[in-house]
């Protein structure tokens, strides 16, 4: 082989173009790195950001979640529009293994946040990001976070992946005020809600069918509230 000195620059660079190297899994044998590949790697393992990236899991009924990774409760397929959804299940870790769960508590609720194509920022969703719910139906460290859609360019493809950027911090204080609407599906007479809007808000409450009714509430800290009624029943809890 000739000294590498000898080789002619190529200044037209393209993924596909190779890298000679040692590789640290293979005995340290010599082997040859498509420049793709190498940016991939650079991309998901090292390279900081303030984004979290995630990759987009269309999970089936027998899928285990992935670390790094947004998914829903079932499967809605491989494209998502931005627009169909206002929950989504989030590994409490990034592709990179840093612990971030935390963050989707504070300083994330009450939040504007920006969701990005990895590769192609002009497909795009801004959400306020209402709460995060760690779900242990899920899986091990994972967190449904319940969101407010405002707009949006394009869908999540399956197996791509995705910024999550905070844009406006604490919409509550900055933008409007805090709200938060709690969906109670089972029948019950006690309702225990972390709405995560580090504050004590009014709180109001619909059945099913759209009618008031009262009840105890007892604010268990700025960030949950326990709502207690003379009969079980389902519907809505309304926070601001």
Do not use: C
């Amino acid at each position: 082989m000739a000294k590498i000195s000898t080789y002619a620059l190529d200044e037209d660079i393209s993924g596909g173009d190779r890298l000679f190297g040692t590789s640290a899994g293979a005995l340290n044998a010599t082997k040859n790195f498509s420049i793709d590949k190498v940016s991939d790697f650079l991309n998901t393992s090292k390279i900081q950001s303030a984004s979290i990236r995630y990759s987009y899991q269309d999970v089936g009924a027998y899928d285990e979640r992935q670390p790094g990774t947004i998914s829903f409760a079932s499967s809605l397929g491989a494209n998502v529009p931005f627009e169909s959804f206002n929950q989504m299940i989030l590994s409490g870790q990034t592709q990179q293994g840093a612990q971030v769960s935390d963050y989707y508590t504070a300083p994330l609720s009450g939040s504007i946040v920006l969701l990005s194509n990895a590769l192609n920022p002009s497909n795009w969703a801004v959400y306020k990001w209402i709460n995060s719910v760690e779900n242990l139906e899920a899986g091990q460290d994972f967190y449904t976070i319940t969101l407010d859609y405002v707009n949006s360019v394009g869908q999540l493809v399956k197996n791509k992946d995705y910024f999550i950027t905070m844009l406006l911090y604490d919409y509550g204080e900055y933008g409007g005020d805090k709200t938060y609407a709690y969906p109670q599906d089972n029948a019950s007479d006690v309702w225990v809600v972390t709405h995560n809007m580090n504050k004590y808000p009014s709180v109001s409450v619909v059945d099913s069918a759209g009618s008031t009714v009262v009840g105890d509430v007892f604010y268990d800290s700025l960030n949950q509230v326990t709502i207690t009624f003379s009969a079980p029943f389902s519907g809505k809890a309304f926070f601001n």
